[in-house]
């Protein structure tokens, strides 16, 4: 606004009022863009000079349209390479301009279904491999790039499988133990274990099926070597491919 005065006392100050809101003092109105479409709005104007002469105030109606969106949404997700039983992935959508309208994806090469979760059932034996594919699309039509991930899906197997670690030592020994699943939890705890009367140490742990586990001591000592340690660079056992992941009923051995 440019206000001016020919009264002779000057200019004292200029007031506006945007959509009917708490008058301001200033010459510049500044309005925001909506995040989409076109919002109107009514803006009144006034000044005063320095005697307390105030002007009737003027009205103006404009229209605010939102900036140009070109930017597409970007959707993660939390799936993950492995599931025993169903498989539920979870889609998060973004957009930083007009704002998500709607997510898509799609289970190997099946239908276009719309939606933030992935359900996927498991196969009644074995394994079965999918591929999942998604994508979102904001409210000015910008599709993302379609985003891909593979999965495997195990069949739902209960039971449990058992794990048996042997040290077949020639004098006393001793040693501590713990079992850990393949995110590195420890499952099952030997707790102290000597062989001073057989010149051996066992240990038995059920664990549940369909799992990867590892054996790691965490303490031994050999006293027909003199030797004693812990931690995984001494002893971690794996399981073989042929028990990776372990099945119902299995039985492993671990020899020292």
């Known amino acids: 606004m440019r206000p001016v005065d020919t009264g002779g006392s000057g200019l004292k100050a200029t007031h506006y009022r945007l959509d009917g809101s708490a008058a301001q003092t200033g010459t510049v109105v500044t309005i925001y863009p909506p995040v989409s479409g076109t919002v109107p709005h009514t803006v009144q104007y006034w000044s005063d000079d320095n005697v307390g002469n105030v002007e009737v105030a003027h009205s103006i109606n404009v229209s605010v349209s939102a ?7 970007v959707t993660t997700s939390d799936a993950t390479s492995g599931y025993n039983g169903t498989a539920t992935i979870h889609l998060f959508p973004t957009d930083v301009g007009s704002g998500v309208n709607v997510t898509h994806y799609r289970i190997d090469a099946g239908a276009q279904q719309n939606g933030t979760t992935i359900v996927i059932a498991p196969p009644s034996s074995g394994q079965a491999a999918h591929t ?30 058992t794990l048996h670690f042997r040290w ?56 027909d070597n003199d030797d004693s340690g812990g931690g995984y660079s001494i002893w971690t056992y ?19």
């Open 67 to 73: 900036m140009p969106d070109t930017i597409a949404p």
């Open 132 to 161: 999942i594919y998604w994508w979102s699309v904001d409210n000015q039509n910008n599709m993302e790039a379609t985003k891909s991930y593979n999965i495997t899906v195990n069949a739902v197997v209960s039971g449990n499988a």
């Open 168 to 223: 077949e030592s020639h004098d006393w020994a001793e040693a501590e133990l713990h079992v850990e699943n393949a995110s590195g939890q420890a499952t099952a705890s030997s707790g102290w274990l000597n062989g001073y009367d057989s010149d051996s140490v066992d240990w038995n742990v059920t664990v549940p099926a369909r799992q990867n586990y590892k054996m790691v001591c965490d303490y031994y000592y050999d006293e």
């Open 238 to 256: 794996q399981l073989s491919p042929s028990h990776n992941p372990l099945q119902t009923n299995d039985q492993v051995v671990w020899w020292y």
